[in-house]
């Protein structure tokens, strides 16, 4: 009995469709157009067969032809990653479909398309599609990648608002990275131009919010006089209220480490301003004047 069980399941088994099969009947259907029954087939034999460059070559061709493009992506992304050999026919393929994307008006995929694109070819040139791969990058906080990405996009802007658009994008992913050398240029440079009045507005509170960070940086390496011009800049009309207010706070450190303790509490004081009880910005200060209010109390020995 037990022999003519095993022999059904064998059997049974054995009538299973093959990843060669499913790849057949997918041929098929490619062939007449049938594109979802194609892309159907080549999942199913992807499912048999999860290596197969072809069958996720087909399977990207097939998801295209559908509208399918986040399948499109996955399919073309493996390509490239499981065939070395096949990398350029991989970023064609995410290339036409990051094209479909857009056509549809798809951004969300057709930045997918171009994301893989740059992780199966990095050297590959985006041409017009650089603005969105660097938008995209900095939406998702790929500081890295936006970084790298922006400054072709800048150049190759079709005209000069769009171009300080991007260059203030390019200065908040280098905030980001605490890279203020390269930021502070980019934003004078949008603040200067005054292209874009919006822009420029946004550009001063970057200009701020990165002195704050330089400034901030360097009182951490003991370099007061130096983060005390940066604290300054930061105070500067334009900038959000809360990089002002801590922007005061610093300055408050740097007198305090100068050991003119008179200077620092009006520091402090001024981070006070405009700020909410129990804020972080009031909650150090306030407990940096009451420290120093403790320290200028007579000791109990001294007192009468």
Not at 204 to 214: M, T, W, Y
Request: overall charge neutral.
């Amino acid at each position: 009995m037990r022999h003519w069980v095993l022999l059904g399941v064998a059997l049974g088994l054995a009538c299973q469709p093959s990843a060669a099969d499913h790849e057949e009947l997918g041929d098929r259907a490619y062939a007449a157009g049938a594109y979802r029954d194609a892309l159907a087939e080549y999942q199913l034999g992807l499912k048999a067969h999860p290596g197969s460059a072809d069958l996720n070559a087909k399977a990207g061709a097939a998801a295209l032809h559908v509208g399918e493009y986040a399948t499109a992506v996955d399919a073309y992304v493996l390509l490239g990653q499981r065939d070395g050999s096949r990398g350029g026919e991989a970023a064609d393929g995410l290339e036409r479909v990051a094209r479909a994307a857009l056509g549809a008006n798809d951004r969300t995929d057709a930045a997918r398309g171009l994301a893989g694109l740059r992780a199966i070819a990095p050297t590959r040139p985006l041409g017009r599609y650089t603005r969105l791969a660097a938008l995209d990058a900095a939406d998702r906080g790929d500081t890295a990648g936006a970084m790298a990405l922006l400054p072709g996009a800048v150049a190759a802007a079709a005209d000069a608002r769009m171009a300080d658009s991007l260059l203030f994008v390019y200065g908040m992913a280098a905030v980001r990275a605490r890279d203020c050398a390269t930021a502070v240029p980019a934003f004078e440079g949008v603040i200067r131009r005054q292209r874009e009045p919006a822009v420029a507005d946004r550009a001063r509170e970057g200009l701020g919010l990165c002195s704050l960070v330089e400034g901030q940086r360097l009182l951490e390496k003991g370099k007061p006089s130096e983060a005390e011009d940066w604290f300054r800049r930061a105070t500067a009309p334009g900038s959000p209220a809360d990089v002002v207010r801590g922007a005061f706070l610093g300055l408050g450190d740097v007198k305090l480490a100068q050991g003119d303790v008179a200077a620092a509490l009006e520091s402090y004081q001024q981070a006070l301003a405009g700020g909410t009880p129990g804020d972080t910005i009031t909650q150090r200060a306030q407990e940096k004047i009451n420290a120093l209010g403790k320290a200028d109390a007579p000791s109990p020995q001294n007192q009468p």
